[in-house]
């Protein structure tokens, strides 16, 4: 299986300030034949399903913000949240597509400070 | 609006079967794979599986062989069966489309004796 390691595992952040949450996989996330990155990015915030905020890299999915940005290459990956707000409270995810089984990062939880 | 609703059996004893189907309101069935995802207590994303229209499978080997699932394309309905569960399968239990654009309000299944 495809490893995710997120860090950090915990996001303390200031209002208006920007924040980043890093992704790896222990593999190439790169699809060669279509030059597509399988890497999606979630948003789970308290009490409710998870919402996709990234698809493949660096989509924004409908209605997600544009301070939302996904960025990276290979195996290593950003999340970058340019001016954090209140309503981004919740823990992020990463998630691979370019392998069965999908396999997802243990999560990073963003605080409001 | 696409719409997920999931019902099924929220409490099991050990070595019973967990039974639990989805219902797809205001979207078009054949155009996605059709996925189930878990999250035990406090901890993070698993994948489970997915199927299509045709039902065509792909499973997460962690559950051990021990996760069926099925299609009802008539009512717009896929479904997700765990033999043998034991307390470990507790979790919520969600369904989603296979670009996770789309979530189920999710479900917590316990197994306890």
Known sequence: DIVM?????????????PAS?????????LDNDNKKTYLDWFLQKP??????????????ASGVPDRFSGSGSG????????????????????????AFPWTFGQGTKLEIK | QVQLQQWGTGLLKPSETLSLTCGLYGGSFSDHYW???????????????????????????????RVTMFVD???????LKVRSVTAADTAV???????????????LVAVSS
């Open chain 2, 35 to 65: 996925s189930w995802i878990r999250q035990a207590p406090g901890k993070g994303l698993e994948w489970i599986g997915e199927i299509n229209h045709s039902g065509r499978t792909n499973y997460n080997p962690s559950l051990d062989g």
């Open chain 1, 21 to 29: 949450i890093s992704c790896r996989s222990s593999q190439s996330l």
């Open chain 2, 73 to 79: 394309t008539s009512k717009n309905e896929f479904s």
């Open chain 1, 47 to 60: 009490g409710q399903s998870p919402q996709l905020l990234i698809y493949t890299l660096s989509n924004r």
């Open chain 1, 5 to 17: 390691t997120q860090t950090p595992l915990s996001l303390p952040v200031t209002p208006g300030e």
């Open chain 2, 93 to 107: 239990y969600y369904c989603a489309n296979s670009y996770m654009d789309t979530w189920g309000q999710g479900m």
């Open chain 1, 75 to 98: 195996t290593d990956f950003t999340l970058k949240i340019s001016r954090v707000e209140a309503e981004d409270v919740g823990v992020y995810y990463c998630m691979q597509r370019m």
